[in-house]
């Protein structure tokens, strides 16, 4: 999935987890997602700032392995009760992503019980699109068929690279044979296959990018995302960085990546529907990461999962342990939250629908957006017919490796 935006301070959010009554009656008729985050990992990466945590540092009751998938039921019981208020009672689930950390360091059968949580409370609709996050080393066939039967329709497996160096470089600890052990087992259980890869690394060169390309194609998944390697504050590699260590990603050697990614898969049948995803059919899409950049309502349960509903943000406490204690105590686990006006919605709208293949309607725009999209045009940042005839703002090649630009322009930063 793709990494959530950075949180402001915000405000305290209500120990209840009441929701303001206008952000509610915007659920009916909206695509509703349900995220649910596993915070567990082996090894932390030095790459990553999402929020995991090794084993050795938990450990303590409602926080483990074990009792993980009760704590998340609990936040789910909650979520229901709140969303129940909403015009319409309860929204039927459309789409689920178990993400993480790595999920699937939970027994199946756990994944399978929170998967269930989300049915009971919320019901799925009859073609829900069900995907866990997985490493390659930590699932086989037995365990994938767990899922599928349960009702998981969908695996994202973290390949990453095929290099071996550059998997060292980003403290990716799988064996990459595992790969396609995993996408073969997920293919036999019948559950479609995504892989994520990076490009970027340090000491990476566009031969490396090259093979990892064509391993990921000659395993034939059903959809690759394939994502520039962003050095976050805070993490391991940002101090090595710091440091004079490693080097910063070079943004003309990232540009040449995403040019031979988008060739490499064209060439194989995969098209683009967002700027760092590409599927060989629209049913492969990834229609849970599709809402979010839609701007559909959702709700993200488990230790600093982020929510999203009627412009109303917020963003659970951090920690596995004081997450397990407030909803133990039927306490909700937001920590604060942000109630986006109408000039951040509308450009939040922007920054994210731009993004797709689709397009952004040009009646969406503000009069200063539209006045923007012939000189975006004239610059060969976004498609003229498509801007002409469809009405919409299309990112040409060049538009999506200078997307930040583009959004720039059309908010008239």
Known sequence: MPPMPQMPDGEPAPNDGALPADALASVP????????????????????????????????????????????????????????KAPG????????FVGGGTPTMLAATDLV??????????????DAEVTTEANPDSVDETYLRVLA??????????????????????????????????VRAAKAAGLQVSLDLIYGAPGESLDDWRASLEAAIALDPDHIS???????????????????ELPLPDDDDEADKYELADEL????????????????????????????????????????????????RWWNVKHPRAYAQRVGEGTSPALAREILDERQRYE????LRVRLAEGLP??????????????????????????VRDRRAVLTLRGRLLTDTVVRRLLDY
Not at 89 to 96: L, M, N, R
Not at 363 to 383: K, M
Request: aromatic share 10%; glycine share 12%.
């Open 113 to 126: 019980r929170m998967l269930d949580a989300a049915r009971e409370r919320f019901g799925l609709v009859d």
């Open 362 to 387: 040009l009646d969406l725009l503000d009069d200063a957006g539209r006045r923007a999209v012939a000189g975006l045009v004239a610059d060969g940042l976004l498609e003229g017919t498509s801007a």
């Open 265 to 312: 898969l064209q060439a194989a049948g995969y098209r683009w529907y967002e700027v760092s995803n590409w599927a060989k059919e629209p049913r492969f899409q990834c229609r849970h990461n599709l809402a979010y950049w839609r701007d559909e309502p959702w709700w993200g349960a488990g230790p600093g999962a982020h929510s999203h509903v009627g412009g109303v």
């Open 149 to 182: 039967e349960g009702g998981f329709t969908r695996v994202s497996v973290g390949m990453q690279s095929s290099v071996p160096h550059v998997l060292a470089t980003l403290e990716r600890t799988h064996d990459p044979a595992n790969v396609e052990r995993a």
């Open 29 to 84: 008729g909206s695509a509703f997602a349900m995220y649910l985050h596993v915070p567990f990992c082996v090894t932390r990466c030095g790459y990553c700032d999402f929020n995991t945590y090794t084993l050795t540092e938990l450990g303590v009751p409602g926080a483990s392995l074990d009792t993980y998938a009760g704590a998340v039921e609990r936040e789910l019981d909650l979520a229901a009760r709140e969303m129940g």
């Open 226 to 244: 394939a994502y520039a390697l962003v050095v976050e504050e805070g993490t391991k590699m940002g101090a090595q960085v710091h440091r004079g």
């Open 348 to 351: 939040e709208k922007v920054l």
């Open 89 to 96: 009672g309860v929204p039927t689930v459309q789409t689920i």
